[in-house]
C-alpha cells in the first residue's frame, strides 16, 4: 500500500516537472513570453542573452540570471532584435552602457591584450622549461651510463658468483 | 652557460613569478570586484522623459540640470533603500540636492513609503519600464550618481550610502562639484 501511494507522489512530481519544463520559457517577474517573426531572430535572442553577462549576477549570463537588471536587458535585447539590430549592434549598445566587462567575448584592444596574451605565454614558457628538464634529464642519465665502469661490474659479479 | 650558472638562475624563476602574483593579488585587496568601473562616468545625462511620482508634469532631464545634484535609485522592493534613507533625509536638511530614480516600483507604494518615512527627494523620476536605469548602466539599487550643474556624471556610488562613506568620501566629491 505504502508503495502505491509513493508512486502516486513520484509520477505526480514527475508530470508536473514535466509540464513546466515543455512550457519553455519562464514567467518570472511577470516578463512576457517572448514571441519571433523569423526563427533567425529567436536564435540572434538566444544567442545574445548567452553572451551577455549580467551586471548584477556577474558570474552568470543574463540568459540564466534572475536580477532585477538582467530581465530589463533581456527585454531590451528582444525590442531591439525586433526592430532588426544584428547582433553585433546590440552589443555595441550594452558595451556603450555597461562597459567591456558585459560581454561574454572582450574585443582585442590595447587594454585586453594581456588578457588574451597570458594563456598563450604561460604556455610557451611551460613548453620551454618542461623540454629543458627533460633535456637535463637526458643529459644526466647518458652521463652516468658513459661512466659506467664496465670492468669493475664484471669482477664484481664474477666475486659474487 | 656552465650547468651550475644555470641551476640558480633556473631556481629563482618561481620565486620571482610568487612576488609579480602576490602584488597582483595585494592589489586586489582593495579593489571590489563588484565595482566595475563606470561608463557612464565624465558623460552627460542621458536624454529622458519620463513621469514624476509626485507631481501631474513630466520630468526631463534639461529640467533637472542646472544645480548639482544627487541621482538615488530606489525602490521599496530595494530593503538597503530603507537603511540608506535616514542619511538622505540628514542630508537634505544640510541643503544637498537629491533628486529619486523610482526604479520598476509601484506608484501607489512609492508614495505611501515617501509619507511614512519622510520625502529627500526634491523630484522623484517614476521608471517602470527601467529605461533610464538601462541607460545609466546601473547594476541594481541602490545606486547613486553625482551629477554636476553642467549636467556630467562624475561619480557613481554602488550600495547603501552611509554616514561613514558620505564622511569620508562622498562629501568631498559632493563639494567639489558645488
Known sequence: MKIFYAMIVCLSFLSASFVSWASG?????????????????????KELLEVLRCPKCQNQNIADSDATIAVDIRTKVYELTMSGKTQ????????????????????????TLLLWLLPVLIFIVSVIVFSLRAYQTKRNKSAQVSSFDEKAFVDLMNKVK | MSSLYKKTWVFFLPLCGLVVLS???????????????????GKTLPAFRLPSLLSS????????????????????????????????????????????????????????????????????????????????GVYGAPETFFIDAKGVIRYRHVGVIDDRVWNETLKNIYSGML
Open chain 1, 25 to 45: 520559457a519562464s514567467q518570472e517577474n511577470g516578463e512576457p513570453i517572448h514571441t519571433f517573426k523569423a526563427p533567425e531572430q529567436e536564435f540572434q535572442y
Open chain 1, 88 to 111: 553585433a549592434e546590440i552589443i555595441d549598445y550594452m558595451v556603450e552602457r555597461y562597459g567591456d566587462f558585459v560581454s561574454y567575448k572582450p574585443p582585442v584592444r590595447s587594454n
Open chain 2, 23 to 41: 602584488w597582483f593579488l595585494l592589489k586586489g585587496l582593495d579593489h571590489d570586484p563588484r565595482e566595475l568601473p563606470s561608463v557612464a562616468l
Open chain 2, 57 to 136: 508634469k513630466e520630468i526631463e532631464q534639461t529640467s533637472l540640470v542646472g544645480k548639482p545634484f544627487l541621482l538615488n535609485v530606489w525602490a521599496t522592493w530595494c530593503p538597503s533603500c530603507r537603511v540608506e534613507h535616514p542619511t538622505f533625509l540628514k542630508l537634505k536638511q544640510a541643503g544637498v540636492r537629491i533628486i529619486g530614480l523610482n526604479y520598476k516600483d509601484e506608484e501607489l507604494a512609492a508614495k505611501k513609503y515617501l509619507e511614512i518615512y519622510g520625502n529627500p527627494y526634491e523630484a522623484v523620476i517614476v521608471d517602470a519600464l527601467g529605461s533610464l536605469v538601462l541607460d545609466l
